[in-house]
């Protein structure tokens, strides 16, 4: 069996893992993870992989998604800050076998964080759907996205009428968020309802908001997760700067159909 620190090396320097960690870094120097808020996962896909010995298990109490058996899933640990993912990766990431009524941990959680992430079931429904809508699909983000969360306490949560208000801002608001953002009304976090409500809104979509709490996206990679909530995030903050100003101009239908036409994006059915 390998050493333990030449699995850690192995791990670490994955470049999909790298970008895990670089991720974490920058949501921090957002202003987005205060304290342990976020966390983020990915299938991960080992070539070779390392004689992993089982470490721990965590009961799963969710119908696990089928075409996540036997599957590799890298996920933050729970109450760890995202600032110090980076530099401390081995006590802050878990390394997880996904099973029919458990995850096997493999790897991480070397230090006082001793669970996954308290929204393991969000991550896991939430991966099992959107791989199953695209294969290419790796990444979940989990961010307190400060705009998105302001946004969600002035905005009716229904999601037509804010997904248009965030296309509406911007000229890259439907260029990338052209399927639309969902929108989940406040619930308790870290519950298998909150993972259930959030997997069945990201069958046919990429980004949900979690009112009066954060944002869920997804993405093929790290970068474009998060990108959506850069997105989501940026659209939130220039309406919540004018909303109360005397408003001149903002994108019209006909606007938004001609940018979706030009790009020949499939734009979320009627709502332009
Ligand atoms: P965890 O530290 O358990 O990941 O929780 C953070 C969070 O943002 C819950 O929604
Ligand atoms: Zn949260």
């Known amino acids: 069996m390998r050493a333990d620190n030449d699995v850690t090396r192995i791990i670490t320097t994955m470049p999909e893992v790298q970008e895990l960690l670089r991720t974490a870094d920058a949501i921090y120097h957002k202003g987005w993870a205060e304290r342990n808020g976020g966390n983020l996962s990915r299938l991960l896909i080992l070539p070779n992989e390392p004689d992993f010995y089982v470490q721990r298990e965590f009961p799963l109490t969710i119908d ?63 991966h099992g759907v959107r791989l199953a809508a695209d294969p290419s699909h790796r990444v979940l983000v989990h961010t307190h996205a400060t705009n998105a969360v302001a946004m969600s306490a002035v905005v009716p949560l229904d999601e037509r009428e804010f997904t248009l208000k965030l296309w509406r801002q911007c000229t890259e608001a439907v260029m990338f968020l052209y399927d639309g953002v969902a929108v989940l009304p406040w619930m308790p976090c870290g ?32 970068d474009e997760a998060l990108g959506l909530v850069e997105i989501i ?21 006909e606007q938004l159909r001609e940018m979706s036409a030009l790009l020949g994006l499939t734009v979320r059915e009627g709502y332009v």
């Open 64 to 126: 696990v998604p089928e075409n996540l058996l036997g599957q590799l899933v890298i996920i933050t640990g729970s109450g760890v800050y995202l600032k110090n993912v980076m530099r401390e990766p081995e006590a802050s990431l878990a390394l997880l076998r996904i099973r029919p009524d458990r995850a096997e941990l493999l790897w991480g959680l070397s230090g006082t964080f001793d669970r996954p992430s308290s929204e393991l079931a969000a991550h896991l429904l939430s």
């Open 191 to 222: 519950t298998a309802e909150i993972g259930l409500r959030t997997a069945d809104k990201l069958a046919d979509r990429r980004a949900v908001i979690w009112a009066r709490h954060g944002v869920f996206a997804s993405g093929a990679s790290a």
């Open 233 to 253: 995030d940026k659209a939130a903050e220039l309406y919540l700067k004018i909303a109360h100003l005397p408003v001149t101009f903002e994108l019209s239908d």
